[in-house]
């Protein structure tokens, strides 16, 4: 590797992603030049770390321990993808050996820039230095190393050597990060990723014009190149050649969209077996090897040049649209992701395997789909299947077209897959294609969830869901919860309105109204407030669909359950059909195969009766039996002339109460015998197939097409709609609160028509006896100690689960892995366990 020539017009080009390190003796101006072309956070310097264990960077009896530290945080650094430079002598060969090889622990390119200014520069300026007090002698010796070094240093493992042979070259230099080749963050589509063709030139001429390609011809009839009239560009997985009946025709049509820019393609390895072959090397000549190289033959020279040229040119993988999507081979786990190494062309190229062979003796391949973890779409090829399945937001697309299968392709970023038949088996397969239905990936595993972790969420930000939190969920969701294949979304706790200045109230609609005119909504829900208990139903239409969509395989058909993930009764299956029956018109409505709701199961104590029983009953029947004897006490101290008056007057008012409350919660219990009268009021429609209408829908809508299906089963939830700006509906709704709390109404949920960011989704406002249940029979008496309940942790607590709800749908109805999915739906639960006063 020659050394880069240095001058005024010359750049030195560091690889944007990996390892830079700084060699020069001391006083040859590395940190000088380290702070002229790095940010202070890229730079690591050995004095540094002297200092950091031993407070002197002078103290040479700590640098082991320094270089110990220095290598931790370098390791660190590469682990997480951020240019690092090390300030450092490095002017022995073992020095940057254990760097070099860090580097390449980590899959990143290093570079060495070598600050060769002489002995007689360093000597001068260490000379001029106070901080530091060593002989000339040292930088004898650091030059003689150096100039050792100069000799091999080439040699070592380095991408780029670039040695600055004065101050001058040094002064003048200027440093440019250049990323990866593999790194297309910056093409985000849309793309069409066309798996395996081998050789199948037929299949992917029809395969690009069913996907809206038009084909360009030469003169001779043969597609040299496409273009697609809305701009899509094309990703080929690799495996373009052998076993089919035309590589050339392949080749000249992929090279040609390559070539006009419209196409990317990854080496595959039967491209990597190719190459080696038409330089001539020693290969085994199988596996449809041989039908390309006859094929080939017949080509003229110069085709021939361009394919090994072209061939030669292809990379192991690309990161694009600002790294969600990955295209390898055969896949790439995440920590490769955009990394340069041997052994991360060999995983893209060839997968990873056990080191054993299957029956047919062919490898048998590890599946690292299944412990794949990362936020990246990877699409691949390499192992045929007959057809395409998500494994954990990876995805194969090798149909197995040479073998009698389908081409096929997968529109990105729609999640489309576009699927030809071949035209005849075109080779025989060493193994069957025999799908191999595996559901375990999906599932979340403890370290997805367990410990201090910070969420990414679209709709909440950033969330921090920590240790403690985690574990009080954890017990939940693994003793009691669902089966977790139908717990695609868990409801948020709902935040009170402000707290009303109007005498004798606590909630009052118009605070709620003013708050959202306030955060900028013009129109708002007024939600009748069911007093049940929350209750999500997810229904399928059959058992083939809860199969295909949620990969519940035992024949049931939906699930209902609580606000915490858990079964609403030990058996729901009627009450799953009597769902599905009495929504049916939605699944033909909507084109969808199932369904999400969000609602209320009613009465209360059809689910809530022991709490009502041994909460609330129980502190009636204390205040009915105690306090007609504490009146009749007072009765006694009247007669004998005592003053009791206050006394009397309160006891009065506490027994009133205390029947005011009896009365509350008795309002809330109905009979029931299993599902003889229950009823369920949903109130909004969470999701279907290819939709997540708690985002895209207003109330309106929700509310309109849940309208239509009330029944028997079915309780609507009725409504007003208030434009804030309009005095007299703000006051009717008023009245209608009024109206449904005097008459035993919990109260309304208040709910902008139109989610908005930046406003609550909802605010409940309660009635007066309401709030007797919660805050015990005697609140009313304590309105001015009330009013200073502290709300903004419970707000705070509503928007959060809000959002990672939200987004839980979001991944389910995107395909995405069900493990991305449950990491939100545990953490609304965690969220759950934070301190905040129940009965707000």
């Not at 009764?569 to 929504?583: H, M, S």
């Not at 109330?699 to 804030?724: K, N, Q, S």
């Amino acid at each position: 590797m020659a050394d880069s020539m240095i001058d005024s017009r010359t750049v030195i080009n560091v690889p944007a992603m990996g390892l830079v390190l700084l060699v020069g003796v001391s006083g040859s101006g590395k940190s000088t030049f380290a702070r002229a072309h790095f940010k202070p956070t890229e730079v690591i310097s050995s004095d540094f770390c002297r200092g950091l264990v031993s407070d002197d960077e002078t103290d040479q009896t700590a640098t082991a321990d320094a270089f110990d530290v220095l290598h931790y945080i370098v390791g660190t650094r590469l682990r997480r993808g951020l240019l690092t430079v090390v300030d450092a002598t490095s002017v022995q060969p073992a020095a940057r050996a254990s760097l070099i090889t860090l580097a390449k622990e980590h899959d990143v390119l290093v570079d060495a820039i070598v600050l060769d200014v002489g002995e007689a520069v360093a000597v001068a300026r260490n000379q001029s230095r106070t901080d530091r007090v060593f002989g000339d002698r040292v930088i004898t010796r650091q030059q003689r190393d150096l100039d050792r070094s100069l000799r091999r240093i080439r040699k070592e493992g380095f991408r780029r050597v670039h040695v600055l042979h004065d101050t001058a070259e040094a002064d003048a230099a200027t440093v440019v990060r250049e990323r990866s080749w593999n790194d297309r963050r910056d093409l985000a589509g849309p793309f069409d990723i066309i798996g395996d063709v081998h050789g199948c030139a037929g299949e992917l001429r029809t395969l690009l014009t069913e996907l809206g390609w038009q084909l360009v011809l030469d003169d001779q009839g043969r597609a040299v190149d496409a273009h697609h009239p809305d701009g899509r560009m094309a990703l080929f997985v690799g495996d373009l050649v052998d076993r089919g009946p035309d590589t050339p025709g392949v080749l000249r049509l992929v090279m040609g969209m390559i070539n006009s820019g419209r196409a990317l393609c990854v080496c595959g390895n039967h491209e990597a077996k190719l190459i080696r072959a038409l330089r001539g090397a020693k290969v085994q000549v199988r596996h449809g090897l041989a039908e390309s190289l006859a094929q080939l033959e017949t080509e003229p020279e110069e085709f021939r040049a361009d394919v090994l040229t072209f061939l030669d040119g292809l990379i192991s993988h690309y990161v694009l649209d600002d790294g969600r999507l990955v295209v390898a081979h055969a896949g790439l786990k995440e920590s490769y992701h955009g990394r340069s190494s041997g052994r991360v062309r060999s995983f893209a190229l060839y997968g990873d395997t056990t080191g054993e062979t299957d029956e047919y003796g062919l490898p048998v391949r590890y599946p690292w789909a299944r412990e794949y973890r990362g936020s990246a779409m990877v699409v691949y090829g390499h192992t045929p299947t007959p057809e395409p399945e998500w494994v954990n937001n990876t995805i194969c697309l090798d149909t197995g077209v040479v073998f009698g299968g389908n081409l096929t392709a997968l529109r990105y970023p729609e999640r489309e897959l576009v699927a030809v038949p071949a035209e005849q088996q075109w080779y025989e397969p060493a193994r069957p294609l025999i799908k191999v239905v595996d559901r375990e990936p999906a599932a979340l595993r403890l370290d997805d969830v367990q410990g201090t972790r910070w969420l990414e969420t679209d709709q909440a930000g950033k969330i921090k869901i920590g240790e403690e939190h985690a574990a009080a969920a954890l017990e939940v969701m693994s003793r009691f919860a669902v089966d977790p294949r139908w717990l695609i979304y868990l409801p948020p706790t709902m935040a009170p309105a402000a707290t009303a200045k109007l005498d004798g109230f606590l909630e009052h609609p118009e605070t709620a109204f003013d708050e959202f005119a306030a955060a900028g909504v013009t129109e708002v829900v007024c939600e009748e407030k069911h007093m049940g208990s929350r209750a999500i139903a997810v229904i399928a239409r059959d058992a083939e669909t809860a199969e295909r969509r949620f990969g519940v395989t035992d024949g049931s058909t939906g699930v209902v359950y609580t606000r915490t993930g858990r079964p609403f009764f030990a058996e729901v299956g009627e009450l799953v059909d009597r769902i599905r029956t009495a929504v049916r018109p939605l699944f033909d409505e909507l084109g969808t195969d199932w369904l999400a709701l969000d609602g209320e199961l009613l009465p209360w104590s059809a689910k809530a009766l022991p709490l009502i029983q041994d909460q609330y009953a129980a502190v009636g029947a204390a205040a009915g039996a105690s306090l007609p004897e504490v009146a009749a006490g007072l009765d006694a101290a009247v007669r004998r002339g005592l003053d009791v008056a206050e006394l009397v007057d309160r006891t009065a008012r506490r027994r009133a109460n205390a029947e005011a409350y009896r009365r509350a919660y008795r309002s809330y219990v109905a009979p029931t015998s299993g599902l003889t009268g229950v009823t369920y009021a949903p109130f909004q429609i969470l999701a279907a197939e290819g939709k997540a209408l708690a985002v895209t829908e207003s109330h309106r809508w929700h509310l309109d097409r849940l309208g239509r299906v009330a029944g028997e089963l079915i309780t609507p939830t009725r409504h007003r709609f208030v434009d804030l700006g309009s005095a007299e509906q703000r006051a009717e709704a008023t009245r209608w609160w009024l109206e449904l709390t005097e008459a035993g109404g919990e109260g309304l949920v208040i709910k902008p028509v139109v989610p908005q960011r930046g406003a609550q989704p909802g605010l409940k406002v309660r009635g007066r006896e309401y709030l007797r249940i919660i805050y015990g029979p005697d609140y009313t008496d304590a309105l001015d100690l009330l009013r200073n309940r502290g709300l903004g942790r419970k707000r705070s607590l509503a928007s959060r689960e809000h959002g990672l709800g939200v987004d839980a749908l979001i991944r389910f109805v995107a395909g995405e892995p069900l493990w991305r999915v449950h990491q939100l739906v545990f953490a609304v639960l965690a969220l759950e366990s934070e301190p905040v006063d129940p009965r707000l």
